[in-house]
């Protein structure tokens, strides 16, 4: 072999180990890793949920994307991830839409009492023209919503059987920092305590507060039964949860990915509401078998109370409460 030929076969090795080198490096590049922090424990709806939608994600993407899902506020509080993603300093948050007031004015509209009937209405509302809009005001300050999640409706857990609302007199609640919701257990006769979610177990055992209102699903994940052997089956209110992601991480992910993000992530609300429709006897049964006893008040003395909430708060959702209304009475 001459000396040419053996430099001409020697810069081909070379060439192919530096293509096969770059071709080593693309196929064992790191996966993006995000980071989900939520408020409830790691044996609620939303870690699950959360599992489930990450998992699909990384699945539907190559593994391009791992994702560390955070429960009972270890990455943040509610309000830290909220204010965390608009600036950029946190990735995700599966948040309490009652908190999105601040970013969103009419978003505010969702706090109002008895504005859904079922929780089926809250899902067609939340996935369809009217969800967009709150998508698009909330977009406006950096929050991008990938989608409508369910946390359940609404009940009551004081000290007392609640009968009526006279049953509520004096009885301190702890409510989520909302001013609607606030207005409304006050209007209820009960005293509106707002707290932190994860602050409710130690007040109640220290009687700063004599219960608090909240899902079913709260009642058996927070063990509020070690607490109270009653609650008030009143569905009086729908707070949802949508998953917001920070713009400046959105805006890195490349469309494809986002399209893949988005469709999963409303494919999940879908499945989180009919999960809850089902859950929601068998957590009944669940507290039941643990001795709390069930009322279940007539509503409307309960609806007629909150009339003068909607009369303070229709100036400032009058347009957008008027369509919701109109799909859900």
């Known amino acids: 072999m001459s000396c040419m030929n053996w430099k001409k076969d020697l810069i081909k090795v070379f060439a192919l180990l530096v293509v096969l080198l770059g071709l080593c490096g693309e196929t064992a590049a790191a996966p993006r890793t995000i980071k989900v ?10 870690q699950m949920y959360l599992e489930k939608w990450a998992e699909t994600i990384s699945k539907a993407t ?5 994702f560390e899902v955070y429960p009972s506020d270890l990455y943040g509080t509610p309000n830290q991830l ?22 969103s004015p009419i978003v505010g509209v969702l706090n109002l009492p008895f504005l859904f009937k079922t929780s089926q209405q809250a899902c067609d509302v939340l996935n369809g023209p009217i969800g967009k809009e709150f998508e698009d005001s909330l977009a406006k300050r950096n929050l991008i919503v990938l989608g409508w999640w369910e946390n359940g409706m609404r009940h009551i857990f004081p000290a007392v059987p609640v009968n009526s609302p006279e049953d509520l007199k004096g009885v301190k609640l702890r409510v ?8 409304t257990i006050n209007a209820f006769g009960a005293s509106a305590v707002p707290m932190g979610f994860n602050e409710v177990y130690s007040a109640w055992q220290l009687k700063t507060i004599d219960g608090c209102e909240g899902t079913i699903t709260h009642m058996l994940t927070q063990k509020y039964y070690e ?17 917001i992601i920070s713009k400046q991480l959105w ?7 986002q399209a893949i993000f988005v469709e999963e992530a409303r494919k999940m609300s879908r ?31 309960f609806v007629k109370l909150v ?17 919701i209304l109109e799909l859900t009475r």
């Open 37 to 46: 922090g939520h408020t409830g424990t790691k044996d609620h709806h939303y």
């Open 62 to 66: 190559d593994n391009r994307y791992v």
């Open 82 to 103: 909220i204010e965390g993603c608009q600036l950029g300093t946190s990735d995700m948050v599966l948040a309490t839409g009652s908190l999105l007031t601040s970013y």
């Open 176 to 183: 989520i920092n909302s001013a609607e919701m606030i207005d």
């Open 227 to 243: 607490l109270t052997k009653t609650a008030a089956l009143l569905w009086y209110m729908h707070v949802p949860n949508p998953l």
């Open 251 to 257: 805006d890195s992910i490349p469309a494809a990915d």
């Open 271 to 301: 499945f989180s509401f009919d999960f809850q429709r089902e859950m929601d006897a068998k957590e009944i049964k669940q507290c039941e078998d643990l001795g709390v006893v069930f009322t279940r008040p007539d509503r409307e003395p």
């Open 307 to 323: 009339q003068p909430v909607y009369d303070k708060y229709r100036p400032k959702y009058g347009e957008i409460l008027d369509k």
